[in-house]
Nanobody, 124 residues
Framework: QVQLVESGGGLVQAGDSMRLSCAAS????????MGWFRQAPGKSREFVAA????????SYSDSVKGRFTISRDDAKNTVYLQMNSLKLEDTAVYYC?????????????????WGQGTQVTVSS
């Protein structure tokens, strides 16, 4: 069983930066694809970014491409989401996601493990 624990959320102003972290338990973390999804009030959960088990491949939604960067440190069993130039529409609960496969796409039904979520609120 893998447990994912997010941290780093909070309240920021538009244009600011924030980094989210997701600490994972389990000895096979390095082989798992990891990602971030988000869910705003009244909306469905949507894909944000993913990184492959090797760390060699990353993917982003069009809405965050060029502003967000996903990375991983397998020595620390941690995946990060660096968010720059935050916008009001980035406000959501952000969920860390893990898949027992080397790559993760944008379909939330492919996710095997979810974190509890961390709130990110961007104000004007």
């Amino acid at each position: 069983q893998v447990q994912l624990v997010e941290s780093g959320g909070g309240l920021v102003q538009a244009g600011d930066s924030m980094r989210l972290s997701c600490a994972a338990s389990g000895r096979t973390f390095s082989s798992y694809a990891m990602g971030w999804f988000r869910q705003a009030p009244g909306k469905s959960r949507e894909f944000v970014a993913a990184i492959s088990g090797s760390g060699a491949s990353t993917s982003y939604s069009d809405s965050v491409k060029g502003r967000f960067t996903i990375s991983r440190d397998d020595a620390k069993n941690t995946v990060y989401l660096q968010m720059n130039s935050l916008k009001l529409e980035d406000t959501a609960v952000y969920y860390c996601a893990g898949r027992t496969y080397w790559i993760l796409g944008s379909n939330p039904y492919d996710v095997n493990y979810w974190g509890q979520g961390t709130q990110v609120t961007v104000s004007s």
